[in-house]
């Protein structure tokens, strides 16, 4: 069957961005990002996070853009290109860091994703680090059309559950679950690390310094426990480098 069309997702709200952007930083590690030099965001929606790396890179960090639609409200501090699919207009070996966050869903099917990350992986440095953020196959409500167990369905049931519920035509995205990613990942040539733990960690003290639940699930609570709920955690954070051969 033909590739639908693919809505945009962008998210344009600041807060939520800003945070965003410094949960990467945080994820990548603070040493590894003031030591590149050049960055690629994936897929860069509103504009907001590729601008807020550039920030934080005082001027030393060359941060570069692209997405297949140009649905950007913050324009400054980057460069940009609109693509028409994943290929990526740069040459091999152009960056030290690619961010990908929560893009691979929209891309395709699983030749499309593998495509994705077969260039990121052919732009990425030797040493270089992807930070890629998924939404999970398996969480209760799928976040693009907030609709529950949607992502849980057959395409053919999730077109017809967008439509029954006044969503759209078609349901256009294609969350992973972790094994499916992992495979991908692998079939990419990438090694992959699992920080989703960490990445919870991290968004608690980045959204909500002063709970007492980040007090409690960071002063207490270990990995182990939290790694029960990984089945329906809401998204996916991993790390990703070229294998090594």
Same mark, same amino acid.
């Given at each position: %069957?033909?590739?639908?069309?693919?809505?945009?997702?962008?998210? /344009?709200?600041?807060?939520?961005?800003?945070?965003?952007?410094?949960?990467? &930083?945080? %994820?990548?590690?603070?040493?590894?990002?003031?030591?590149?030099?050049?960055?690629?965001?994936?897929?860069?929606?509103?504009?907001?996070?590729?601008?807020?790396?550039?920030?934080?890179?005082?001027?030393? *960090?060359?941060?570069?853009?692209?997405?297949? +639609?140009?649905?950007? &409200?913050?324009?400054?501090?980057?460069?940009?290109?609109?693509?028409?699919? +994943?290929?990526?207009?740069?040459?091999?070996?152009?960056?030290? &860091?690619?961010?990908?966050?929560?893009?691979?869903?929209?891309?395709?099917?699983?030749?499309?994703?593998?495509?994705?990350?077969?260039?990121?992986?052919?732009?990425?440095?030797?040493?270089?680090?992807?930070? *890629?953020?998924?939404?999970?196959?398996?969480?209760?409500?799928?976040?693009?059309? @907030?609709?529950?167990?949607?992502?849980?369905?057959?395409?053919?049931?999730?077109?017809?559950?967008?439509?029954? +519920?006044? @969503?759209?035509?078609?349901?256009?995205?294609?969350?992973?679950?972790?094994?499916?990613?992992?495979?991908?990942?692998?079939?990419?040539?990438? /090694?992959? @690390?699992?920080?989703?733990?960490?990445?919870?960690? /991290?968004?608690?003290?980045?959204?909500?310094?002063?709970?007492? *639940?980040?007090?409690?699930?960071?002063?207490?609570?270990?990995?182990?426990? *939290?790694?029960?709920? %990984?089945?329906?955690?809401? +998204?996916?954070?991993?790390?990703?480098? &070229?294998?090594?051969?």
């Amino acid at each position: %069957m033909p590739d639908q069309e693919r809505r945009a997702h962008a998210i /344009t709200d600041r807060e939520s961005r800003l945070q965003k952007a410094a949960k990467i &930083i945080r %994820m990548l590690g603070e040493s590894r990002f003031s030591e590149a030099r050049d960055l690629l965001e994936v897929g860069c929606g509103s504009g907001i996070i590729s601008n807020a790396l550039s920030d934080a890179g005082q001027g030393r *960090l060359i941060v570069s853009a692209v997405d297949v +639609t140009d649905n950007r &409200i913050e324009k400054e501090g980057y460069s940009f290109q609109q693509v028409p699919d +994943t290929r990526l207009p740069y040459p091999d070996a152009s960056f030290d &860091i690619v961010v990908s966050n929560h893009v691979i869903e929209h891309v395709g099917e699983r030749n499309a994703q593998l495509h994705h990350l077969s260039e990121i992986k052919r732009v990425l440095r030797p040493g270089g680090l992807i930070y *890629l953020a998924v939404p999970n196959k398996w969480r209760l409500v799928e976040p693009h059309y @907030r609709l529950p167990l949607l992502s849980w369905l057959p395409p053919a049931l999730g077109d017809a559950y967008v439509r029954a +519920t006044g @969503r759209g035509t078609h349901y256009d995205c294609r969350p992973l679950s972790a094994q499916a990613a992992i495979e991908l990942f692998r079939d990419a040539g990438l /090694t992959a @690390r699992n920080v989703t733990v960490d990445a919870l960690r /991290t968004t608690l003290s980045v959204e909500h310094p002063g709970h007492a *639940l980040t007090r409690f699930v960071n002063g207490g609570v270990p990995n182990w426990l *939290l790694a029960l709920g %990984m089945p329906v955690v809401p +998204t996916f954070v991993f790390l990703l480098r &070229i294998e090594q051969s």
